[in-house]
């Protein structure tokens, strides 16, 4: 029974999801070519794009819980027992259910309220556009409901009690805890929220949970105002760039591309003493250019140059560390998603923020360069030997379509000729084109599997931002926000204090809760302050960046240094002790861009 209906609400979330991408894909494309080439705009096509975006986040939510791939920390009950991993599941779906529960009136009282709101080009009622989250969050109750129904019932019952105690001693602790005045911040947006976060907690689900019970147990806030919050964090046009460039991503392996680019770089660098390192630092730098999303760079790049490195001696972790490091190194080259979310929740232009990404990351791979080269000393490169230039030429043509492309997208933006959203699908239809005349390879069986891939990567990504927002929401209104600004604005060292601990804050923020949460939700909070001391807004997003960007691919928690340890196929512990002189290089180049603005700024 419960896999039948696991079978079928998959299928209804799954198939509309991967429609969605599609006709967004098509809407957004149509658009620019009526705008730039027939100079007949479509006024109806942002418009109609913002009203399927939204419900391509919640299906794609949807389908992240049903795959069990939002973004949580696995770190700490991956050391517990069988019987132990067991209850903070239980314990995990148990508070997922709890905050859709809780959530779901709030969304239907909030999409009836929007009846009154009409689109003013296509004069649709605002309900429909908002009902996604009713729909959504509703899809996801069954889910995490049916996921409890599939553990073991004493598991279950543990995790909903536990659950229920949590709610009950919160109510009815409710009059004891307004007399603790901010303190209380500490109560649910540390201790309750890390408690949900170290016990496995999707990330933004945590995030939504700590929220609603803050405002539920201290407050007399209207909890339509959280949705509200996530509504509006999660339907930024600019943010539709996530799915689009997700996609694009999965496009350019599917299609050879990023293979074409690594096999031209091979033949230009292989030979040399740490060459195969350089070719891997170059084409995670070139890819990175083109997808956006780290997990999609770093399965492109790893399986292709594996096999020859280890050839020549390379130890599996060594190459695991490495890979990982570039990952961080590769943070700020657009169009990163990374870039994207903060320039959508800080007011930063997206458009310098491409501008200045590329400068920074240069800086880091140089530095990741020297380590490779010290530690390939003793590289065998035995029958290796430079390929003629005939080779190489023929390499560098083949290739060349796919080197195009990251300028291409760059141009695009920087020029003026598409947004940051629109762009996404210029490249998409280019790399459709190059993959079907050019490298007559595109596969249509895994076409629908890598649709459905993209509304769950962007449906994890899009709910942290909405609950994330929402949270932010409930930290200004407590007056956390102003307290922190005056505190970081009265840092000991003015601009270099300032700039000093935002990088040691990010760096234990991008490990604990990965990127884009830690952006959107002290993003708001610090750029204020940055700006009080006199750092350059463009700057300091570079900073910030790249310093997450370590703490995500630094273990024991970064996320990404396991993704990348999933990809290369490699025991987690065998890189573990070999990925410090890596990242030390990163954290060395991250301070020579946090002490010198030109490398951020030179080009704006």
Not at 82 to 94: F, I, K, N
Not at 523 to 532: D, I, T, V
Request: proline residues 5%; hydrophobic residues 60%.
């Amino acid at each position: 029974m419960i896999p039948r209906a696991e079978r079928a609400l998959r299928l209804a979330a799954e198939i509309p999801a991967a429609i969605l991408v599609v006709v967004e894909v098509v809407v957004l494309f149509a658009g620019v070519c009526a705008r730039y080439v027939f100079h007949a705009p479509l006024i109806w096509s942002d418009e109609l794009a913002s009203i399927l975006f939204l419900w391509l986040a919640m299906l794609g939510s949807v389908i992240a819980l049903q795959r069990g791939e939002h973004m949580r920390l696995t770190a700490v009950v991956a050391g517990f027992s069988p019987a132990g991993r067991a209850r903070a599941e239980a314990l995990a779906s148990a508070a997922v259910a709890v905050f859709l529960l809780m959530l779901l009136p709030s969304a239907w009282d909030y999409a009836s309220e929007q009846w009154w709101i009409q689109s003013p080009a296509l004069n649709l009622h605002d309900t429909f556009r908002v009902a996604a989250i009713t729909v959504g969050s509703a899809m996801m109750v069954v889910t995490a409901l049916l996921r409890l129904g599939r553990l073991g019932w004493r598991d279950a019952a543990l995790g909903v009690l536990v659950v229920a105690a949590a709610a009950a001693a919160l109510h009815f602790g409710a009059p004891w805890l307004r007399g603790l005045g901010n303190w209380n911040l500490v109560l649910f947006f540390v201790l309750l929220l890390g408690a949900g976060v170290l016990l496995s907690v999707p990330i933004g689900f945590a995030f939504g949970l700590a929220t609603l019970a803050y405002l539920a147990t201290l407050t007399r806030t209207p909890l339509t105002i959280v949705v509200s919050r996530m509504d509006e964090g999660m339907s930024s046009l600019i943010l539709l760039a996530v799915p689009l460039f997700v996609f694009l991503g999965l496009l350019i392996e599917m299609t050879g591309m990023a293979r074409a680019m690594v096999a031209f770089l091979s033949a230009l660098l292989g030979h040399v003493r740490g060459g195969l390192s350089y070719v891997l630092l170059g084409a995670m730098y070139l890819v990175s250019g083109i997808s956006g999303s780290k997990a999609a760079d770093m399965a492109a790049v790893a399986p292709v140059l594996f096999p020859e490195m280890k050839r020549r001696g390379f130890h599996e972790g060594e190459l695991v560390s490495l890979l990982s490091a570039s990952g961080a190194m590769s943070e700020t080259i657009p169009p990163s998603l990374v870039l994207i979310t903060i320039g959508s929740v800080t007011g930063v232009s997206i458009a310098a923020l491409f501008t200045a990404g590329m400068m920074p990351a240069l800086v880091l791979a140089l530095a990741l360069a020297v380590i490779a080269r010290w530690r390939s000393r003793n590289e065998n490169l035995s029958g290796v030997g430079r390929p003629p230039w005939p080779v190489i030429g023929k390499a560098f043509v083949v290739a060349l379509p796919a080197l195009v492309l990251p300028f291409l997208i760059r141009a695009a933006v920087i020029e003026g000729v598409a947004t940051a959203t629109e762009v996404s699908t210029i490249g998409i239809v280019y790399a459709v084109l190059v993959g079907l005349l050019v490298y007559r390879q595109f596969p249509l069986r895994r076409l629908y599997p890598m649709l459905v891939e993209t509304a769950a990567l962007s449906g994890a990504i899009l709910l942290i931002i909405g609950t994330a927002t929402g949270m932010a929401w409930a930290l200004t209104q407590s007056g956390f926000s102003r307290q922190l600004a005056a505190s970081m604005a009265a840092m000991p060292g003015g601009s270099a204090g300032f700039m000093a601990v935002s990088i040691l804050a990010f760096v234990v923020l991008g490990s604990v809760l990965e990127g884009i949460p830690a952006i959107v939700l002290f993003g708001p909070l610090l750029f204020p302050s940055a700006r009080m001391v006199g750092i350059h807004e463009v700057h300091y997003a570079m900073v910030v960046i790249l310093a997450m960007g370590i703490g995500l691919f630094a273990p024991p928690f970064g996320v990404g240094y396991y993704a990348a340890c999933a990809i290369g196929r490699v025991s987690p512990d065998a890189a573990m002790r070999r990925i410090w002189p890596y990242l030390l290089a990163v954290l060395a180049g991250l301070i020579v861009v946090a002490t010198v603005p030109w490398f951020s700024t030179g080009f704006l």
